[in-house]
């Protein structure tokens, strides 16, 4: 019999679009991880090129994530660290994108389909899209450090941003700048509570508190300073008679007052130097806070956990949205708005100005340890809705080279290395009756200054809290 001859190129033929569906997982692998898909396609050195450069970035990320983990955090909030990340990105991105591609096309031999080119492309955005959000995330964090420092206006101008919008009117720009800390040094900062609502006198800094990091001894001091205190020292032997919560904006809208001289013409630096003064220290750094941002800060932090010592009932409170507040003593989870007032509240019985000072002080620890609770993965969760309340809510001259320094020194902290202290009598006295200015407190400037040299001692030395504890005597055992 005689054979039947064939047609060329028939034999071992392949129809098109018979690899896409082995093309789509090999480019899904290696969208998951570079070098999953070559390893699918049986190309071990494929394998060894895209992943283990990876794999190796992955690890070495992992362990300074999880041994610096708020300290990674405060790091890449830095505007030139966010740029370096940004430049990260890009390179990654088209690194996967390579290894995509590579995959997709060794994964068969016939020609590729259409399923196959959707498939393609399918990947492709879907591997991309979380790097963009990741992209669009830095840059985010990148113009929140500029909306809330003001003294990066240089960094502002080269990119285009918005300098940083003043908090208040009548407030000031923030950018006189103070004395540097030493290395190893104390650094200082005045945190400022500004009362910002158009139905009050806005732009008082209601709240002062004082907070002093010892980078050596790793322990924490935090004064508050009554906002009704008068006769306040300022540089150069001045004397602002006013109420020290109205200082900023008196030096803002009165530059020219003979009694303000050695104040300068910054609101701002003029409080911190009076501060200092008054405490015999350096305030290297402010941070004001806008008291309606403050609410959106801690509800971005899903709350705050505090310790109520006593109950406390207040039916007339009527701020930021609470229509009466009341809270049990015990563990409560408070939210902003609650926060706020567990701070704020003082007409309760036993309650005064020097009481609200000191739970003021315990929900900023609150605040503090709510935002470090779960590590840098869920601190990252929130920081989208954490940058627009930051950024709505904060100014500070506090340099973005100093934020993964203050924030290493924030993890090591516990409760137990916090001194927190209130200015309260005898370091103050009530004005008598009859006083012009209302009901105001007298400082002791001696006294003040003496306690200070206590709470806020040389690094390295524990700070004395204030009243000085007095030694509790032990019982004898002789009979």
Known sequence: MQAR??????????????????????????????????????????????????????LIGLLIALAYQTRLVASIL???????????????????????????????????????????????????????????????????????????AGMADASGSAPARLLFAGDDPGTTTGPTPAPDGRINVLLMGVDNRTSTQGGRTDTLIVVSVDPVGRTASMLSIPRDLVDVPLPGGGIYRGKINGLLLHVNTHPDDPDLAGAGRSGTRALQDAVGELLGIEIHYYAKVDLSGFVKVIDAV????????RPLDDPKYREFGIDGFHVEAGLQHLDGQHALAYARVRRPVGETDFTRAARQQEVLVALKNAALEGGALELLGKLPGLLDAIGDAVRTDLPPSRYNDLAFLAEGIDGTDVVNVVMKFPLVHPSEGGDPRGAVQIPDGEAIRAMAALLFPAPGTLPTPWPTPKPTATPSSNP
């Open 5 to 58: 001859a064939s047609t060329p190129g028939r034999e071992g033929r392949t129809r098109d679009g018979a690899d896409d569906p082995r093309r789509i997982v090999a480019a899904v692998l290696s969208a998951i991880f570079p070098g999953l898909g070559q390893a699918l396609n049986r190309d071990g050195r494929g394998f060894a090129a895209f992943a283990l450069p990876v794999a190796a970035l992955l």
């Open 78 to 152: 830095k505007p030139d660290a966010v740029v370096a990340l940004l430049f990260l990105d890009v390179l990654f991105l088209g690194w996967r994108l390579i290894a995509i591609a590579h995959a997709f096309l060794a994964g068969g031999r016939a020609r590729i389909g259409g399923v196959g080119a959707v498939g393609l492309l399918l990947v492709v955005g879907l591997a991309a899209a979380p790097q963009a959000y990741a992209g669009f995330l830095g840059l985010r964090v990148y113009e929140t450090a500029l909306r809330i420092c003001p003294t990066c």
């Open 302 to 309: 899903g709350g705050v956990d505090v310790e109520v010592k």
